[in-house]
């Protein structure tokens, strides 16, 4: 099937979108000429394209945007997440040449240019998004080149599929270097191992009051440990978390040693430490409005998400029954903890009690979890917000809390990290 909304201005070269079940979309290209290969996912954030277009976390990826129209306010120095772009293509319904805003540098086009990365635009995106809530996130292309619509999709079909590969690896800083926070006092010292941090999260540890040392992926837990930090920050990342056995073993190694938060890719890896297990989502969640309750306060958070895979609370272990409201079987849907204001804990086989925090109310999916019986804790998703609200950003306030020793350290209102 082809849709086809183009209309040819005669400045910019035909492009197609072919999908690996057989939908090509026609288009024009609105970045770099050329061809890439990848997962298509969708993202309904309204605003904050610079910030999505620099994520690490979307490397592998073809990103489409559900809102019409990108590219109006340009790009920005203070909204680069990265140093380049990560993602594998950009999918937009209607791009800006001419941004209006008076801390542009560039046009998102220019941009994309600039760094080589394929975009297209004149898609019917509507139709897009539905398709990928049908079908699930699937392989796809972008192509100034071969525009057959036949041969595009065999390529795509023969093409490899995202966890075939370690992206961490490709989005990691190389060398060691370190953030401090400026005109502030270090409340602590921490090791933060970058599996693709966004520098909006290193911002937010800094503005806490954290001297960060940040380390590549595959450090091992012994060059950590010879740092002495107050804690380790385990970062979000591209792909599937079994990629990076590594980083899980690192993990392993950490916990119960040093106070441990972890934040999308790095709640995964903590879970699969754990012994739990990570199933990848239909379509996964990528936008700036997935309502999430914390189950210690009751409050209902507005969240940034990025990611296609998550934990499954019930492969933890066993409820505790007399800590999860008398329940002793795990639900079959999360949401049912959130209807009954209940913080269930279960029983892991090597590192004690572990327990859910933080639910999605959209699905019922795990966006959060809390170890017991050691000091560690993560989420699913992005608290600092880029792009996105803040409610969450109490979570970098919660890990200073931790290291200082509070024992109900995630017991925050979400007003309160607004106030940094």
Not at 222 to 231: K, N, Q, R, T
Request: negative net charge; charged residues 20%.
């Amino acid at each position: 099937m082809i849709v086809n909304l183009l209309v040819d201005d005669g400045k910019h070269p035909e492009a197609l979108l072919a999908l690996e079940h057989g939908m090509v979309f026609r288009g024009r290209s609105c970045g770099a000429e050329g061809e890439m290969f990848g997962e298509i996912v969708f993202n309904t954030s309204m605003t904050g394209y610079q910030e999505i277009v620099t994520d690490p976390s979307y490397a592998g990826q073809i990103v489409a945007l559900t809102y019409p129209q990108i590219g109006n306010y340009g790009i920005t120095k203070i909204d680069m997440q990265a140093d380049r772009p990560n993602l594998r293509g950009l999918v937009v319904h209607d791009m800006c040449y001419e941004p209006s805003n008076w801390q542009s540098v560039e046009s998102l086009p220019d941009f994309l240019k600039r760094n080589n990365v394929v975009a297209i635009e004149d898609v019917d995106v509507r139709a897009l998004t539905l398709n990928i809530r049908e079908k699930g996130a699937m392989r796809a292309a972008i192509s100034t080149k071969d525009l057959d619509p036949e041969h595009l999709i065999e390529r795509v079909q023969a093409s490899p599929h995202i966890a075939e590969h370690n992206f961490v690896a490709d989005v990691s800083h190389e060398d060691r270097f370190t953030v401090k926070p400026e005109g502030r006092k270090v409340r602590h010292q921490i090791v933060v191992v970058d599996c693709g941090i966004k520098q909006g999260i290193l911002d937010w540890l800094a503005k806490v009051g954290c001297e960060v040392t940040v380390v590549p992926w595959n450090t091992p837990f012994s060059a950590i440990d010879e740092l002495y930090p107050d804690g380790v920050f385990f970062s979000n990342g591209p792909g599937d978390p079994s990629s990076v056995p590594e980083t899980v073993e690192t993990v392993k190694a950490t916990l119960g040693k040093y106070p441990i938060f972890g934040i999308c890719l790095g709640n995964q890896m903590l879970s699969m430490a754990a012994g739990a297990e990570i199933e990848k989502l239909k379509y996964g969640h990528h936008g700036a409005n997935e309502p999430v309750m914390n189950l210690l306060t009751g409050k209902v958070e507005i969240t940034a998400q990025n990611h296609n895979y998550g934990p499954v609370f019930s492969s933890f272990g066993p409820l505790i029954p007399e800590l999860s409201g008398g329940v002793k079987e795990h639900p079959t849907d999360l949401r049912y903890w959130s209807q009954h204001h209940i913080a269930p804990v279960a029983q892991t086989k090597k590192f004690g009690r572990v327990r859910l925090t933080h639910v999605n109310l959209n699905d019922g999916s795990c966006e959060g979890i809390q170890f017991l019986d050691i000091p560690a804790f993560s989420m699913q998703y992005h608290p600092e917000g880029k792009p996105g609200p803040n409610d969450s950003t109490y979570a970098f306030e919660a890990f200073v809390r931790l290291m200082d020793g509070n024992k109900d350290y995630l017991d925050i209102d979400v007003r309160e990290g607004r106030n940094h």
